[in-house]
């Protein structure tokens, strides 16, 4: 079992930056894929990054590439996403999300855990 609780999220103008974190419980996150994916109002949740259990291997969604960076710490439970040059299009509520496979997963079907979700929204 894994619980996950995200923070970090708020409210910023276009171009800023933001970092959202996820802190996990359970002694067993290093096996775990960790994702992180959003959802819009009135559309359906999609992936936006995620990271294998060693980190060793990230994938991104392609409309986040060379903005928003993936990592985690296994030694904190902690699984981060930074966030650059946020645009209007990136309000969401975000969710922190656990896959046992261990591989980067990209798909919401894949995914065990999911976090309660942390506003995302930015002002033009």
């Known amino acids: 079992q894994v619980q996950l609780v995200e923070s970090g999220g708020g409210l910023v103008q276009a171009g800023a930056s933001l970092r959202l974190s996820c802190a996990a419980s359970?002694?067993?996150?290093?096996?775990?894929?960790m994702g992180w994916f959003r959802q819009a109002p009135g559309k359906e949740r999609e992936f936006v990054a995620g990271?294998?259990?060693?980190?060793?291997?990230?994938d991104y969604a392609d409309s986040v590439k060379g903005r928003f960076t993936i990592s985690r710490d296994n030694a904190k439970n902690t699984v981060s996403l930074q966030m650059n040059s946020l645009k209007p299009e990136d309000t969401a509520v975000y969710y922190c999300?656990?896959?046992?496979?261990?591989?980067?997963?990209?798909?919401?079907?894949?995914?065990?855990?999911w976090g309660q979700g942390t506003q995302v929204t930015v002002s033009s």
């Open positions: 999300a656990a896959a046992l496979s261990g591989k980067v997963v990209v798909t919401t079907f894949e995914i065990d855990y």
């Open positions: 359970g002694r067993t996150f290093s096996s775990y894929a």
């Open positions: 990271i294998s259990w060693s980190g060793g291997s990230t």
